[in-house]
């Protein structure tokens, strides 16, 4: 397995993912928007995209979810709770933050729920339900790492205050993240990449879970 950090994208400066399977094919964690860039570095590293695995439904994590399934016909996958936000607008926010230039999603999702495990070759990707940035926010666990969305930042954690927000959500999200086993590389949606181990001991939001 092979993980690519693209830049960050959208208004939001939100990170997406490419994680490359041995037949290097790919799964995208998030699309937040340019897809010309997305499929650009999915050129670069000679691989091609199956599947968009989204942490949640908020536009600035699925911007460019309607053009990469148009060029590539690939598979996206989101949690049921948020399945909702892909089709509208209100509850992904464009509206709330007033975007410009969106190009709404109308295809097929395949929803999961905690207890499936996604695939793609030899890949295998547990989902964690980690609610309160959104009830349908989740964080994907492959091998030794985990794709956090906007539920753990680097010393910090995902928004509460918006639509949908939870924090007494958030806060058991995170205490399940602090009591899941040995330390895993954190690929959040925002900010810089951490480990669970350095947030166990520094980020405030974990102290005390």
Do not use: W
């Amino acid at each position: 397995m092979n993980v690519y950090s693209l830049k960050p994208l959208s208004i939001c400066d939100t990170n997406s993912y490419i994680v490359a399977s041995a037949q290097n094919n790919a799964v995208l964690i998030d699309a937040p928007a340019d897809a010309d860039y997305i499929l650009e570095q999915l050129e670069l590293f000679g691989l091609t995209l199956k599947k968009i695995f989204l942490t949640h439904g908020h536009f600035d994590h699925i911007g460019a979810v309607a053009d990469l399934v148009d060029k590539t016909g690939c598979e996206v996958y989101v949690c049921a709770f948020d399945k909702n936000k892909i089709y509208d607008e209100d509850s992904m926010l464009v509206n709330h933050f007033m975007v410009r230039g969106y190009k709404k999603y109308t295809g097929e999702v395949i929803t999961f729920t905690e207890n499936d495990i996604l695939t793609l070759d030899e890949l295998e990707f547990d989902v964690v339900e980690t609610p309160g940035h959104t009830s349908g926010s989740v964080c994907f666990i492959c091998g030794n790492v985990m794709f956090t969305g906007d539920t753990l930042f680097a010393r910090s954690c995902g928004r509460t205050d918006l639509p949908d927000g939870d924090p007494a959500a958030m806060k058991k999200s995170l205490k399940k993240l602090c009591e899941l086993g040995g330390d895993l590389k954190v690929y959040p949606g925002h900010m810089q990449s951490t480990t669970l181990d350095t947030e166990r001991k520094y980020n405030q939001f974990m102290q005390g879970l």
